[in-house]
């Protein structure tokens, strides 16, 4: 190894002596005009990309939330919350309603409960399902994903009053 | 290299770049050569890492020195020119332009030509770390900042590469 290290020390002085040959300054500056001089901020493109990775961000959360569950087909379809037919009209689970819930983005939740009869929706933790135990099947509208027969009122029903 | 004159060029300061470019124009152009082991490469390289060293020098924030700091500039440079094929392994090394007279060259080519070879046999990183550690002299932590790894890598590159180097030398004389 010290055979190799005093090598090493004489190719040192060999690379020592390299010299770039001309004037670098005089090469670089024939091609360039006054403006080159001026060193490069980093804010405009740094903040482009700032810019670009914030709104990919956004829009992608927008995208997870809105896509995560399709409108609920009633009593039985979709994958939504765990919906119990219950006879007294109780929104347990989390205590959120259906206004609420679509705020957080659980659409289908909030499906489910502005959906067909008074039921119980339970908030499971991370993939609710719909659970249909009792009650009778409820029509769909297929253009708007809501029950017919008069459950339209319901909608407004279980709504936060606009503060 | 003064504080003075680098935070004058951070400012944009033409005289002051041009100083320092000056002053760096040689580190620059011997390590992209020891890279690039090719004399006109080596000056293209020095002359894109002065481009962009004028350009980047605003970003300077001193928490190396600006040589070091340069040199940095100088690897990406390589490592780009490499990365498009603009060097082969297949390339044949020229003879630098050096200070020595050819005489001396001539002799000391022949004493370095095995080192030379042997040199050329490691890996890209290899090579960066022992031109950086023993021809540049600089720091196990210094190498480290200019080639963007922890000072840790540049020890084990380092062991690899002298053992490495030890065999091909011994086997080349």
Request: hydrophobic share 40%; charged share 20%; glycine share 8%.
């Amino acid at each position: 190894m010290s055979d190799l290290r005093s090598k090493l020390t004489t190719a040192k002085g060999d690379y020592k002596s390299l010299k770039y040959p001309g004037d670098l300054m005089a090469d670089i500056a024939a091609g360039l005009g006054d403006g080159a001089w001026q060193p490069a901020q980093r804010s405009p493109a740094g903040w482009r990309y700032v810019a670009i990775a914030a709104t990919a961000v956004i829009g992608l959360s927008v995208l997870l939330n809105s896509g995560g569950g399709s409108p609920v087909q009633g009593p039985t379809g979709g994958a939504a919350a765990s919906v119990q037919q219950n006879p007294v009209a109780r929104w347990s689970g989390n205590g959120m309603n259906a206004s609420q819930a679509s705020i957080f983005g659980n659409s289908a939740a909030s499906s489910a409960m502005t959906d067909a009869s008074p039921r119980e929706v339970i908030f499971t933790n991370k993939i609710p399902q719909v659970r249909q135990v009792t009650g009778p099947m409820v029509p769909i509208d297929p253009r708007t994903g809501l029950p017919l027969g008069g459950n339209e009122s319901r909608l407004t029903d279980y709504t936060i009053p606009s503060r | 290299m003064d504080s003075i004159t680098i935070e004058l060029a951070r400012k944009g300061d033409r005289p002051a770049l041009e100083r320092l470019v000056r002053a760096l124009q040689d580190p620059w152009f011997r390590f992209c050569y020891s890279q690039l082991r090719n004399e006109e490469m080596a000056r293209d390289a020095a002359q894109e890492t002065a481009l962009r060293f004028v350009r980047l020098i605003a970003n300077f924030r001193g928490d190396s020195s600006i040589t070091t700091w340069s040199l940095g500039i100088s690897l990406n440079v390589c490592r780009e020119m490499r990365r498009k094929k603009i060097l082969t392994t297949a390339d044949v090394p020229d003879s630098p332009t050096t200070a020595n007279g050819p005489e001396e060259r001539a002799g000391k080519a022949e004493t370095h030509a095995a080192l030379h070879q042997a040199m050329t046999g490691l890996s890209e990183r290899q090579q960066q770390v022992v031109t950086l550690r023993f021809f540049e002299e600089r720091s196990t932590e210094e190498t480290a900042k200019i080639m963007g790894c922890a000072a840790g890598t540049v020890k084990a590159t380092l062991h690899q590469a002298l053992r490495a180097l030890k065999n091909r030398v011994s086997q080349l004389t």
